[in-house]
Antibody, heavy 116, light 113 residues
Framework: EVQLVETGGGLIQPGGSLRLSCIAS????????MTWVRQAPGQGLEWLSV???????YYADSVKGRFTISRDDSKNRVSLQMNSLRGEDTAVYYC??????????WGQGTLVTVSS | DIVMTQSPDSLAVSLGERATINCKSS????????????LAWYQQKPGQPPKLLIY???TRESGVPDRFSGSGSGTDFTLTISSLQAEDVAVYYC?????????FGQGTRLEIK
């Protein structure tokens, strides 16, 4: 059974940093497209970043230069390093497996609140 | 970036009636290599992550009831629920995966009339 479990969310002050982790089971992150999507309170879905099986990474303009996606194949884990956090980064962050034809598997999400 | 625009923003339909949600992309999302449109539909219920319903514009994901169907091509797409059930109350999103950045529509809230 495919499972994705995100950890690392919490309350952080503006300008701070946070690292989200996503542990995958039931498949290998190394051979899949792994992505992060967020959803601000009461708002829609925003795609943030993807790491392809070959290791290439892409980012939304809203987080480019501040967020970094990475992968640890030995731990079957994907991470999102978030720096220079702003109030508008407050959201539920989802880790997901992108099939290349839609996002088929999603974690339950972890809430990040950026506030002083 | 490819902008995805859904209409309407909200919709109220009687149980057993048809619900139709539209999605328009700012440019063609027709994949020239496989001649398929890179368009997916998701359903999201409160407190849950989104669930993939449809991909390649009309291919139903495994386990999705056949009352859900997708259609359209090029820049205009539609999600149809043929006979609305109570459990279909949710927010629905379209998404293009033609190119990065992947983009979603703003969502359509579907309620029971």
């Amino acid at each position: 059974e495919v499972q994705l479990v995100e950890t690392g969310g919490g309350l952080i002050q503006p300008g701070g940093s946070l690292r989200l982790s996503c542990i995958a089971s039931g498949f290998s992150v190394s051979t899949n497209y792994m992505t992060w999507v967020r959803q601000a309170p009461g708002q829609g879905l925003e795609w943030l970043s993807v790491i392809f099986s070959g290791g290439s990474t892409y980012y939304a303009d809203s987080v480019k230069g501040r967020f970094t996606i990475s992968r640890d194949d030995s731990k079957n884990r994907v991470s999102l390093q978030m720096n220079s956090l702003r109030g508008e980064d407050t959201a539920v962050y989802y880790c997901a497996r992108d099939s290349g034809a839609g996002i088929k598997d999603w974690g339950q999400g972890t809430l990040v609140t950026v506030s002083s | 970036d490819i902008v995805m625009t859904q209409s309407p923003d909200s919709l109220a339909v009687s149980l057993g009636e048809r619900a139709t949600i539209n999605c328009k992309s700012s440019q063609s999302i027709l994949n020239s290599s496989n001649k398929k449109n890179s368009l997916a539909w998701y359903q999201q219920k409160p407190g849950q992550p989104p669930k993939l319903l449809i991909y390649w514009a009309f291919t139903r994901e495994s386990g999705v009831p056949d009352r859900f169907s997708g259609s359209g091509s090029g820049t205009d797409f539609t999600l149809t629920i043929s006979s609305l059930q109570a459990e279909d109350v949710a927010v629905y999103y379209c998404q293009q995966y033609y190119r990065t950045p992947i983009t979603f529509g703003q969502g359509t809230r579907l309620e029971i009339k």
